[in-house]
């Protein structure tokens, strides 16, 4: 008797199972429909957003003439070279400095991706251009379309040309755990929102103290 009554025990949780495992998947699925419509067609706007990796001050150099033709749009860069060193490139390009803002949380490509989401979430960015350098592929593409992509925001690709040898080097050991854990957060951070505590804008940067702190940039970004 009690091993008839185990069975039918086992059987109503297994169909209780099968039945969430469906609407599980049926969500799942209706999910990626509605999200590949919505970046299909943010695919077809224009770029309201320019995002920048930092590890080369090349990028924010490029970056920086790129806002001089788009000046309404705004510009995000994650953890690029010193704050003084910015804001000099954006100076001599004439660029309205409280568009541009400074994210200085992240230290690796992840963290670039997982405390600037929520940044391009608030200015309600549907289409992004990410900027970075040729020697970050193709890591930083996968990593952008995994996590940025899973919320709707659309990644235009541009790449800033490097001269001499760039800051960082490629592995696929690197990007392989870099892409698994970038499926992991694409599904998290939709529900948990990391904030950055240090994010200012390029017009607060304050010029005083740096120079009495001291600060170095690169060579590249002294010659403008």
Not at 14 to 38: A, D, E
Not at 178 to 191: E, I, K, P, Q
Request: glycine share 6%.
């Amino acid at each position: 008797m009690k091993s008839v009554r185990s069975s039918q025990s086992y059987s109503k949780w297994r169909h209780f199972l099968q039945k969430i495992t469906f609407g599980l998947c049926l969500l799942l699925s209706v999910w990626l429909v509605l999200n590949t419509i919505t970046l299909i067609y943010a695919s077809s706007q224009a770029v309201d957003a320019n995002f920048v990796l930092g590890g080369s001050i090349k990028r924010e150099i490029y970056a920086a003439e790129l806002a001089t033709n788009n000046p309404k749009i705004p510009t995000l860069i994650s953890q690029g070279s010193q704050d003084p060193c910015i804001l000099r490139i954006f100076q001599k390009k004439a660029v309205n400095l409280s568009n541009v803002w400074l994210e200085k949380c992240a230290n690796s490509t992840f963290g670039n991706f997982f405390y600037s989401l929520p940044i391009l979430q608030k200015w309600k960015v549907h289409k992004v251009r990410l900027i970075t350098s040729s020697s970050h592929l193709p890591r930083a593409k996968w990593m952008a379309q995994i996590i940025l992509g899973s919320h709707g925001i659309w990644v235009e690709l541009d790449i800033a040309k490097e001269t001499g040898v760039p800051g960082n080097r490629e592995s696929w050991f690197k990007t392989g755990l870099d892409v698994t854990r970038s499926m992991f957060w694409a599904g998290l951070s939709h529900f948990i929102r990391p904030q950055c505590a240090d994010v200012i804008e390029l017009i607060d940067v304050d010029m005083k103290a740096w120079q009495q702190r001291g600060f170095n940039c690169e060579r590249q970004g002294r010659e403008l």
